[in-house]
């Protein structure tokens, strides 16, 4: 298969702005960029599809151009917003770019690499900009007219708290002038970004035709959403991060391990290299077994030894055993707390374990047993589980039994966890 044929099985084409792009794409080797904003100190799980749009074209010997935006992020790019982002200091999108580095490399530049990337950062010409002459040289190109019509602009304009300013309504110039840039520097011939940015990056291409005299193509991806239309990388607790700092493995390996049926397919399209064969295979499970939950497996591995590697994700393999009954002893006493942190919690000091706790007793304390008859009779039926080791039958729980010396497991039954923690 073709690369231009792949990347629309994908699902990863919105709109190209020429028709030969597609030769190009299949029997050329192209430099090609995308704008990253560094206004947060981490990607999100929605930005996996632009990283594997990138990993696609890299391993078909297009050469990948990852511009940091620290220039246009102190503008801010009014596409897709009601009203003005809050502008950050130089210092801190410097700050962020140093956290997001590491990412770019682990996605974009393993060992493995058949085209090694270009890193780039846009504050290094958009600060040396003479006022007057990139107004007399690029401002000429923009007629106003032609600004007013886009939609990131026009959305804006009538809205009652002032529409926009004028610092937002020279973004376009500016992202438009980094193609030019990017073209004569690095002879880059190709930008891509969301479907929100075809504007954005026509402006580009006419800048740059006008400039230079080449001709330059343009690319867009659909915004990557659940079927429901809801934007994908949300979660109850708000944004899945691709930092372990900002989400932990576990919970990133949870989020795709949840995804719904109707999503997980095309996730596994859009995110990952699994070539399209398997996924249809996968597809063909789905709807033959949805209960062993097959693709959602596959793509909560894939990713998470993409972003984390293999060794986090036997962490969360075997955390999520322990929700069904696996060992609990060899997992840390943050990621038991994570692991069991949607179960009943109750606090107690150690003194409670000095002479031992009666099981009877701590049963019903926690709230695992109304009364004390119920709880006997769980005990003398088997139904009590201490950290997941078999039916326990002794009569005091003791500081022997803590997980991590804080942490002891209570299980009722097949699926009822109450958790406890010692201080």
């Known amino acids: 298969m073709k690369v231009f044929e792949e990347l629309s099985a994908r699902g990863l084409i919105d709109k190209i702005t020429h028709q030969e792009l597609i030769d190009k794409l299949n029997n050329q080797s192209l430099k090609f960029y995308i704008g990253f904003d560094p206004t947060a100190s981490s990607f999100h799980v929605g930005q996996l599809a632009v990283f594997n749009l990138m990993r696609i074209l890299q391993n078909n010997n297009h050469q990948p151009i990852a511009l940091m935006g620290a220039g246009t992020a102190m503008i801010g790019d009014p596409s897709g917003k009601n009203s003005e982002r809050q502008l950050l200091s130089i210092e801190q999108i410097n700050a962020n770019i140093k956290q997001l580095t590491p990412q770019f490399e682990k996605i974009l530049n393993p060992p493995s690499a058949k085209v090694k990337p270009i890193f780039s950062n846009n504050y290094d010409w958009i600060n040396k900009l003479n006022t007057l002459d990139f107004l007399r040289d690029v401002g000429k190109c923009f007629p106003v007219s032609k600004m007013l019509s886009k939609e990131s602009i026009s959305a804006r304009l009538n809205r009652p708290d002032g529409g926009i300013t004028f610092t937002e309504f020279s973004y376009m110039i500016l992202q438009a002038y980094d193609f030019a840039h990017l073209s004569k520097a690095y002879d880059c011939n190709l930008q891509m970004g969301g479907s929100d940015q075809w504007g954005n990056i026509v402006a580009g291409i006419e800048l740059t035709r006008r400039l230079s005299g080449k ?8 915004l990557l959403t659940k079927k429901n239309g809801q934007k994908f990388g ?3 607790a708000g ?18 391990l949840r995804q719904a049926d109707d999503d997980v397919i095309r996730l596994l399209k859009m995110l990952t290299l699994i070539p399209l064969k398997e996924i249809d295979e ?25 972003v984390h590697g293999s060794a986090e994700v036997i962490k969360c393999q075997r955390a999520s055993k ?24 109750y606090q107690v000091t150690k003194d409670k374990l000095i002479e031992g706790w009666d099981v009877i007793d701590m049963l019903v304390e926690v709230k695992a047993c ?8 769980l005990m003398q039926g088997g139904g009590i589980y201490i950290n997941n080791q078999g039916s326990f039958s002794a009569q005091v729980v003791s500081s ?4 991590n010396d804080q942490i002891i497991v209570v299980r009722v039954g097949k699926k009822k966890y109450y958790l406890i923690k010692f201080s």
């Open 322 to 345: 322990a929700l069904y009954g696996g060992k609990l002893d060899d997992l840390s006493g943050d990621l038991l707390a994570e692991v069991f942190a949607d179960v009943p919690a």
């Open 282 to 306: 996968l597809e063909d499970k789905l709807s033959t077994m949805p209960e062993k939950r097959h693709a959602q497996t596959e793509l909560a591995v894939y990713l998470t030894e993409l």
């Open 215 to 222: 001709q330059v193509y343009g690319l867009t991806m659909p």
């Open 370 to 377: 109304r009364s004390k008859r119920e709880a006997r009779q």
């Open 400 to 403: 022997e039994h803590l997980l």
């Open 234 to 236: 949300k979660s109850e």
């Open 239 to 256: 944004a899945i991060w691709l930092s372990a700092d900002k989400t932990s493995p576990y919970q990133f390996y949870q989020f795709f």
